[in-house]
Protein backbone atom coordinates (compact mmCIF):
# COMPACT_ATOMS: atom_id res chain seq x y z
CA UNK A 1 0.00 0.00 0.00
CA UNK A 2 1.37 3.44 -1.03
CA UNK A 3 -0.16 5.58 1.54
CA UNK A 4 -2.47 5.00 4.78
CA UNK A 5 -5.45 7.05 2.98
CA UNK A 6 -5.75 4.42 0.36
CA UNK A 7 -5.21 1.28 2.82
CA UNK A 8 -8.32 3.22 4.69
CA UNK A 9 -10.30 3.45 1.20
CA UNK A 10 -9.70 -0.28 0.48
CA UNK A 11 -10.47 -1.63 3.88
CA UNK A 12 -13.99 0.15 3.79
CA UNK A 13 -14.49 -0.90 0.62
CA UNK A 14 -14.06 -4.58 1.77
CA UNK A 15 -16.43 -3.98 4.07
CA UNK A 16 -19.13 -2.65 2.05
CA UNK A 17 -18.47 -5.33 -0.79
CA UNK A 18 -19.05 -8.22 2.41
CA UNK A 19 -22.46 -6.66 2.56
CA UNK A 20 -22.00 -4.29 5.39
CA UNK A 21 -24.13 -1.54 5.99
CA UNK A 22 -21.72 1.56 6.41
CA UNK A 23 -22.76 4.81 6.96
CA UNK A 24 -20.92 7.92 6.92
CA UNK A 25 -20.75 10.23 9.72
CA UNK A 26 -20.63 13.60 8.77
CA UNK A 27 -19.86 12.58 5.18
CA UNK A 28 -16.26 11.74 6.57
CA UNK A 29 -14.53 8.24 5.29
CA UNK A 30 -13.13 8.57 8.64
CA UNK A 31 -15.87 8.27 10.94
CA UNK A 32 -18.57 5.89 9.80
CA UNK A 33 -21.37 3.47 11.14
CA UNK A 34 -21.44 -0.35 10.45
CA UNK A 35 -24.22 -2.48 10.55
CA UNK A 36 -23.10 -5.61 12.74
CA UNK A 37 -25.09 -8.96 13.43
CA UNK A 38 -24.54 -11.15 16.94
CA UNK A 39 -22.39 -14.00 15.92
CA UNK A 40 -24.56 -17.21 15.17
CA UNK A 41 -25.58 -19.70 18.35
CA UNK A 42 -24.65 -17.05 20.73
CA UNK A 43 -26.36 -15.05 23.22
CA UNK A 44 -26.36 -11.85 20.74
CA UNK A 45 -27.91 -14.15 17.99
CA UNK A 46 -30.46 -12.20 15.82
CA UNK A 47 -29.14 -8.76 17.43
CA UNK A 48 -28.00 -5.82 15.69
CA UNK A 49 -25.83 -3.20 16.51
CA UNK A 50 -24.91 -0.07 14.63
CA UNK A 51 -20.90 -0.07 15.82
CA UNK A 52 -19.29 3.71 15.30
CA UNK A 53 -15.59 3.40 13.40
CA UNK A 54 -13.08 6.39 14.31
CA UNK A 55 -10.13 5.63 11.95
CA UNK A 56 -6.98 7.88 13.19
CA UNK A 57 -5.58 10.00 10.43
CA UNK A 58 -2.41 6.98 11.08
CA UNK A 59 -4.15 4.09 10.36
CA UNK A 60 -3.57 1.44 9.76
CA UNK A 61 -0.26 2.00 11.60
CA UNK A 62 -2.92 3.54 14.74
CA UNK A 63 -5.79 0.99 15.59
CA UNK A 64 -9.49 2.38 14.76
CA UNK A 65 -11.83 3.07 17.87
CA UNK A 66 -14.85 0.80 18.04
CA UNK A 67 -17.79 1.15 20.56
CA UNK A 68 -21.17 0.20 20.50
CA UNK A 69 -23.81 2.66 20.18
CA UNK A 70 -27.03 1.19 20.85
CA UNK A 71 -26.78 -0.71 24.56
CA UNK A 72 -25.03 -4.02 24.55
CA UNK A 73 -25.24 -6.15 28.09
CA UNK A 74 -21.56 -7.56 28.02
CA UNK A 75 -18.55 -7.42 30.75
CA UNK A 76 -16.22 -6.08 28.14
CA UNK A 77 -18.36 -3.15 26.73
CA UNK A 78 -18.93 0.00 28.47
CA UNK A 79 -22.30 0.24 29.41
CA UNK A 80 -22.28 4.49 29.22
CA UNK A 81 -20.16 4.95 26.24
CA UNK A 82 -20.18 1.94 24.36
CA UNK A 83 -16.51 1.70 24.80
CA UNK A 84 -14.53 -1.98 23.86
CA UNK A 85 -12.70 -3.78 25.96
CA UNK A 86 -10.55 -5.59 23.58
CA UNK A 87 -6.28 -6.07 23.17
CA UNK A 88 -6.39 -6.63 20.27
CA UNK A 89 -7.96 -3.31 19.06
CA UNK A 90 -6.35 -0.96 21.97
CA UNK A 91 -3.00 -2.90 22.68
CA UNK A 92 -1.88 -5.54 20.17
CA UNK A 93 -2.85 -3.71 17.00
CA UNK A 94 -0.86 -4.03 13.46
CA UNK A 95 -1.43 -2.97 10.06
CA UNK A 96 -1.31 -6.59 9.03
CA UNK A 97 -5.03 -5.95 10.31
CA UNK A 98 -7.95 -4.34 9.01
CA UNK A 99 -11.83 -3.56 9.72
CA UNK A 100 -13.22 -7.07 8.58
CA UNK A 101 -10.81 -8.54 11.01
CA UNK A 102 -12.69 -6.30 13.57
CA UNK A 103 -16.15 -7.37 11.98
CA UNK A 104 -15.60 -10.80 11.10
CA UNK A 105 -12.99 -11.95 14.15
CA UNK A 106 -12.43 -9.59 16.60
CA UNK A 107 -15.93 -8.68 17.33
CA UNK A 108 -17.47 -11.93 17.21
CA UNK A 109 -14.68 -13.48 19.16
CA UNK A 110 -15.93 -10.65 22.15
CA UNK A 111 -19.46 -12.05 22.24
CA UNK A 112 -18.76 -15.95 22.03
CA UNK A 113 -15.78 -15.21 24.86
CA UNK A 114 -16.46 -12.65 27.32
CA UNK A 115 -13.84 -11.96 29.78
CA UNK A 116 -15.59 -11.14 33.06
CA UNK A 117 -12.13 -10.48 34.97
CA UNK A 118 -11.56 -7.75 32.92
CA UNK A 119 -14.59 -5.81 33.19
CA UNK A 120 -15.78 -2.25 31.60
CA UNK A 121 -19.37 -3.21 32.84
CA UNK A 122 -18.82 -4.27 36.44
CA UNK A 123 -22.54 -4.87 36.49
CA UNK A 124 -22.41 -7.84 33.80
CA UNK A 125 -19.49 -9.45 34.61
CA UNK A 126 -20.68 -9.78 38.39
CA UNK A 127 -23.89 -11.83 37.36
CA UNK A 128 -22.28 -13.66 34.55
CA UNK A 129 -19.67 -15.17 37.66
CA UNK A 130 -22.88 -15.27 40.47
CA UNK A 131 -25.67 -16.64 38.14
CA UNK A 132 -24.92 -17.40 34.79
CA UNK A 133 -28.82 -18.16 33.85
CA UNK A 134 -29.66 -14.94 34.97
CA UNK A 135 -27.14 -13.14 32.76
CA UNK A 136 -28.03 -15.01 29.91
CA UNK A 137 -31.66 -13.97 30.42
CA UNK A 138 -30.31 -10.17 30.58
CA UNK A 139 -28.15 -10.43 27.51
CA UNK A 140 -30.98 -11.37 25.58
CA UNK A 141 -33.31 -8.82 27.06
CA UNK A 142 -30.89 -6.47 26.08
CA UNK A 143 -30.90 -8.10 22.36
CA UNK A 144 -34.86 -7.54 22.47
CA UNK A 145 -35.17 -4.03 23.79
CA UNK A 146 -32.07 -2.49 22.03
CA UNK A 147 -30.61 -4.72 18.58
CA UNK A 148 -33.53 -5.72 16.72
CA UNK A 149 -33.25 -4.82 13.58
CA UNK A 150 -37.03 -4.09 13.01
CA UNK A 151 -36.33 -1.37 16.22
CA UNK A 152 -34.95 1.73 15.63
CA UNK A 153 -31.28 1.15 16.60
CA UNK A 154 -30.93 5.30 16.47
CA UNK A 155 -29.16 6.53 19.87
CA UNK A 156 -29.22 10.24 21.61
CA UNK A 157 -25.53 10.29 20.95
CA UNK A 158 -26.08 10.29 17.17
CA UNK A 159 -28.10 13.29 17.56
CA UNK A 160 -24.97 15.28 18.18
CA UNK A 161 -22.14 13.22 16.20
CA UNK A 162 -19.98 16.66 16.35
CA UNK A 163 -19.92 15.95 20.31
CA UNK A 164 -18.60 12.21 19.89
CA UNK A 165 -14.67 12.29 19.82
CA UNK A 166 -11.83 9.60 19.44
CA UNK A 167 -11.28 9.70 23.44
CA UNK A 168 -15.15 8.93 24.08
CA UNK A 169 -14.50 5.09 22.28
CA UNK A 170 -11.01 4.59 23.47
CA UNK A 171 -10.07 2.05 26.36
CA UNK A 172 -7.74 3.55 28.50
CA UNK A 173 -6.91 2.19 31.92
CA UNK A 174 -8.67 5.53 33.26
CA UNK A 175 -12.19 4.31 31.59
CA UNK A 176 -12.03 0.80 33.62
CA UNK A 177 -14.38 2.55 36.86
CA UNK A 178 -16.93 4.32 34.64
CA UNK A 179 -19.18 0.96 34.72
CA UNK A 180 -18.65 0.89 38.63
CA UNK A 181 -19.42 4.14 38.96
CA UNK A 182 -22.50 4.57 37.09
CA UNK A 183 -26.10 4.87 38.94
CA UNK A 184 -28.16 1.91 37.84
Known amino acids: MSSPSKRRDMDVMKLMMRDYVVEPVNDE ?3 FNVEFHGPKESLYEGGVWKIRVLLPDAYPYKSPSIGFLNKIFHPNVDDISGAVCLDVINQSWSP ?4 LNVFEVFLPQLLLYPNPSDPLNSDAASLMM ?3 KKYEE ?3 EYCE ?3 KKENDISTPSEESDEDISEDDFSDTSSNDGIAADADP
Not at 96 to 99: G, K, P, R, T, W
Request: charge should be negative; proline fraction near 0%; charged fraction near 45%.
Open 145 to 147: LYA
Open 138 to 140: KVK
Open 96 to 99: MFDL
Open 130 to 132: KDE
Open 29 to 31: INE
